[in-house]
């Protein structure tokens, strides 16, 4: 009997583990299965958002927290409580793999959780890069009936994404313009 672990240990390391491992889980999941799941060889560019990662952090901190507060107090209350917030956490994390962004050689895909945008590049008037030396540059669409969007470049820009974004915006008709920002 001495040899076995109490319930209250077993919810404290599982929560340890969790902790241990959610860096990795957080930094890698939502990316990997943008990658695998919304790959498309037409792709430019496939951007994760920074909100799936956030998601996705805030969906482990609540499961975390959970399993703290189940080591030092259980009764039915606690394990309500813990019911939902693994409900709400599994829906939250769901929600943190939807979203993307990709730019590809027919059309730009905004896709927000159950909302999808597309612009196709016909539709694009001008497309403004800018940069500034030593950090990442930023991408200012503005559409034929006068809509404007903006794309942050990130990590996950290959160093050919600027040139085939500028080959793309050139065989579709709209100007590309790429310019140092101004302080």
């Known amino acids: 009997m001495l040899n076995v672990l109490s319930p209250r ?10 902790l241990l491992l959610s860096p990795i889980i957080v930094f890698m999941l939502p990316f ?8 498309n060889k037409d792709n430019i560019v496939l951007i994760t958002p920074t909100y799936n990662f956030i998601m996705l952090f805030l969906a482990i901190a609540l499961i975390i927290l959970t399993l703290v507060i189940l080591g030092f107090k259980r009764n039915k209350y606690t394990y309500l409580i813990t019911l939902l917030v693994i409900v709400s956490s ?3 994390g769901y929600f ?10 027919t059309q ?14 016909q539709d694009i008037k001008e497309v403004i890069y800018e940069y500034e ?8 669409f503005q559409t034929k009936n006068n ?13 050919e994404g600027k ?21």
């Not at 793999?97 to 050689?105: D, G, R």
């Not at 730009?108 to 590049?121: M, P």
């Not at 030396?133 to 200012?140: A, C, L, N, R």
């Not at 080959?167 to 790429?178: C, L, P, R, Y």
């Open 108 to 121: 730009i895909v905004f896709k927000d959780f159950h909302h999808q945008t597309t612009h196709e590049w």
């Open 147 to 159: 809509e404007k969007f903006v794309i942050e470049e990130n990590g996950q820009f290959c160093p």
């Open 133 to 140: 030396i030593g950090t990442v540059g930023t991408y200012y």
């Open 32 to 39: 990997t299965i943008s990658q695998t799941f919304y790959f």
């Open 90 to 92: 599994l829906v939250l």
């Open 96 to 105: 943190s793999v939807l979203s993307y962004t990709a730019i590809q050689n």
């Open 163 to 183: 040139s085939a974004i500028y080959n793309v915006a050139n065989d579709n008709g709209a100007s590309f313009i790429e310019r140092e920002k101004v302080k």
């Open 9 to 18: 240990a077993k919810l404290f390391i599982f929560a340890i583990v969790l």
